[in-house]
Nanobody, 120 residues
Framework: QVLLVGSGGGSVQAGGSLRLSCAAS????????MAWFRQAPGKEREGVAY???RSSRTYVAGSAVSQDSAKNMVYLQMNSLTPEDTAMYYC??????????????????WGQGTQVTVSS
């Protein structure tokens, strides 16, 4: 059973940092594209960063996303947060390699989401 569990969200002040984690089980991240999306209230879900777990090639906010294949984990490091970063953050899996532009419908499994709230 494929399962993605996101964690690490919370409430921080503007300028702060958070590191989100995504624990994957039921498959090996090394042969997939793993991604972080976010969705703010009243807005569409948008891609934040993607990573080809085998090559560690990243897309979008490339430097923020990383992976640990040995632990089957994906991470999103967020620094200098602003209130505009407030959203529910989701990790997701795409079967195959990442593409420079991807949509939510390209991903077949999603985590439950972890809330990030940034206050001014």
């Amino acid at each position: 059973q494929v399962l993605l569990v996101g964690s690490g969200g919370g409430s921080v002040q503007a300028g702060g940092s958070l590191r989100l984690s995504c624990a994957a089980s039921g498959f090996t991240i090394s042969y997939n594209c793993m991604a972080w999306f976010r969705q703010a209230p009243g807005k569409e879900r948008e891609g934040v960063a993607y990573i080809d777990a085998r090559s560690s090639r990243t897309y979008v906010a490339g430097s923020a996303v990383s992976q640990d294949s040995a632990k089957n984990m994906v991470y999103l490091q967020m620094n200098s947060l602003t209130p505009e970063d407030t959203a529910m953050y989701y990790c997701a899996r795409h079967l195959g390699w990442c593409r420079p532009i991807m949509l939510p419908r390209d991903f077949d499994h999603w985590g439950q989401g972890t809330q990030v709230t940034v206050s001014s």
